[in-house]
């Protein structure tokens, strides 16, 4: 079972879709959050982040699938988001003595409210639209990897083709301590030769490199 895969053996993991159905995405994901609270007894705090445009079926979604979850939609003015954190995401709280444990944000709020998302030790980080981290030196890329997390979980249905230093951005944020250096990444896998059985082998090795930090799925595999 691929959950089961993730939490035991994996500390990251990368869900990498093709035309996957945006239903099935998010009820994969968080039946990862699920299967912790009840086969781990890990009831979070856990942080998702998404686009603005997905929020609302994010919490939906939980609320649907996960109601043993108590989430909170961390977004809206400045008057607002200060009375969460006073209220409900209370910082100084033990995580076992905080009701909520799963706190649902965008991008745009991520970073105006960094330093108090900083405050907590998540026990899972998974974003959404995951390609927005292929630029490293983002602000958006630069926040969340200051982020505190046990395990970090990255959806994304865009194809990286413009680069290799893109994929390694992305693995990089999953496991700094594996992909810690991007040019050494690059020169590793140079496909930029005209070998033809050279190239293969280095895109075998990619491959074999990738398969333990990656879940593919593709529209046939969500419509059998």
Known sequence: MCCRVVIDMRK??????????????????????????????????????????TLSNWMGELARWAPSLNAVKFHGDKATRDDIVSTILEPGQRDEDRACHVVVTTYEACNIEKTTLSKFAWKVLLIDEA?????EASSFSKTVR???????????????????????ALLNFLVPDVFANAEQFDEWFNLDIDDADEKNKLISQLHKILRPFMLRRLKADVEK
Do not use: C
């Not at 035309?19 to 990862?32: D, F, K, P, Y």
């Not at 395990?151 to 083709?161: E, F, I, M, V």
């Open 12 to 53: 990251s993991f990368l869900f990498s879709h093709v035309l996957l159905l945006l239903a099935a995405e998010t009820l994969q994901s968080i039946s990862v959050l699920v299967y912790m609270m009840e086969y781990k007894s890990i009831n979070g705090p856990h942080l998702i982040v998404v686009p603005k445009s």
């Open 131 to 135: 390609h927005r981290l292929k630029n």
């Open 146 to 168: 200051q982020f505190d997390s046990r395990h970090r979980l990255l959806l994304t249905g865009t194809p990286l083709q413009n680069s290799l230093h893109e994929l390694w």
